[in-house]
């Protein structure tokens, strides 16, 4: 085969290796992904392995979709155009949760084979996955191969053109998989946690680190070792090392792998004269701290996942304090904290009712008639008791007199519901029956509780 040299040259190789390259596609030790052309795979239901060919549903740029494992009809014809092949057509790559396809397509007729590169995590490109030619300048059926690796926050990608003179690649094109495990998407981005602005949208760029809710002095800068006792300004070896102030601030930002940063992507964060800044537990002022080297657990989310950062304003989130960084006052250190501390306290639950251990009830019913009192334990399942007769104890003029001469008592079973019904049986057309509604006087349901309460319930 024709293999990418040191120099990016490809050394010449005898005819029949082009005969062989149109036969087989290949993968390098160690690398994942499906293999053979052009079994692009997206909008599956299932998770696929890692190296597992699976069936397209939707293709980039067009590309047929076959079943795994099938190639497209391939030319072994002589290549007529001389020089090295021109760089390849890079598709838009489309990425979801699992994967990422890439396709490309030809822009000569005089390639032997085309290899993936995909960007390590220092930026450096890979080969992945090598494929034949079939040498249609234009590219009649683009090709296409899926990235199944996640080991990578952004995933960047080249694709290069092969053939006896040498290598042409395409430029690099860079994406994030919208990875829900990975970072809060779009509906998942706190209120009014997007109000962050200024970093680079270049890899190892700088730029200013602005909170827009911290009116005029905004920039967040580096400022040893300050704690900020309101109103007193005292200094103490304590909080992390950052403050506001109207001077413009210079924060570094670093991916792994492209060259820009990405929504969506994990970065370090480094304040200028400071360190790198990262999720640590401080007993004053907000959980962070100051490094000596870059901490991959930062996400600028806002945009569109895998569009480049722009000048828009942001939300910071953290993977190791799985929260978003925001303005908030303190009384110790600088004006941050995390969204989920900024929230009022949940209600609690309503306590649960107290159960009753006595129930007592009176028999003030202002007709004078005495009332039968009828039991249903409901947790027994028994239906209707019969539990006696209590006097009436009202007294014309002087309302009713609650005593014991006209209460009646129940002591429940703990744990158990009940209903009582207060039952006049000597009303007109009434008899002593807990079923008929119109005899029926008063109704309570409990629950009874051995550490309840006594509870005195008057009928009338």
Known sequence: ???????????????ASVVILALTGTLPAGATGTGLVPAASVNKTTHPSPGRATT???????????????????SVAPIFTPGPP???????????????????????????????????????PQEVYEVPAYNVAGG????????????????????????????????????????????????GIAPGATQWSGLSGANGGTGPLENNEHGSANNLIWSPNTLDLNPLHLHCGCGVDLAFTNKTSLWKVQATGGPVVMYGEAVALRVWGGGWLEYSHQTFGVSLHLVSTPVYQWYIL??????????SEFALWDSAASDFLVEHNQNFGVDLEWYKKTLPPATPPPAAPAGVKL???YNCYMDGD????????????????????????????????ETSDDSWTFAPIS???????????????????????????????????????VDPVPIG
């Open 415 to 453: 744990g158990h519901s009940y209903e009582v019904r207060a039952v006049d049986f000597d009303a007109d057309g009434c008899s002593n029956d807990p079923t008929i509604s119109s005899c029926d006087v008063a109704d309570v349901a409990f629950v009874g509780d051995a550490n309840g309460i």
């Open 56 to 74: 397209a549903t939707t293709a980039p740029c067009g590309v047929v979709k076959r079943p795994p494992g099938s190639l497209p009809p391939v």
């Open 86 to 124: 021109a760089a390849p057509g890079l598709c838009p790559l489309q990425a979801s949760e699992y994967d990422v396809v890439v396709g490309w397509h030809a822009r000569s007729d005089n390639a032997t084979s085309f290899v993936v590169y995909r960007l390590d995590s220092a930026g450096k």
């Open 140 to 187: 009649a059926e683009p090709y296409s191969w899926t990235d199944t690796g996640t080991d990578q926050s952004g995933q960047c990608y080249m694709i290069g053109a092969v053939n006896a003179t040498g290598t042409t690649d395409s430029p690099v094109e860079c994406t994030v998989r919208p990875d829900a495990f990975q970072f809060p998407q779009a509906d």
């Open 302 to 311: 806002g945009g569109t996942p895998g569009d480049t950062v722009d000048s």
């Open 1 to 15: 085969m024709i293999r990418r040299s040191s120099g990016g040259h490809a050394a010449a190789v005898a005819v």
């Open 370 to 401: 005495p009332l039968e009192m009828w039991v249903n334990d409901v947790s027994a399942g028994r239906g209707w008791a019969d539990e006696g007769t209590v006097q009436n104890g009202w007294v014309d003029g002087d309302g009713c007199e």
């Open 359 to 361: 129930l007592i009830e």
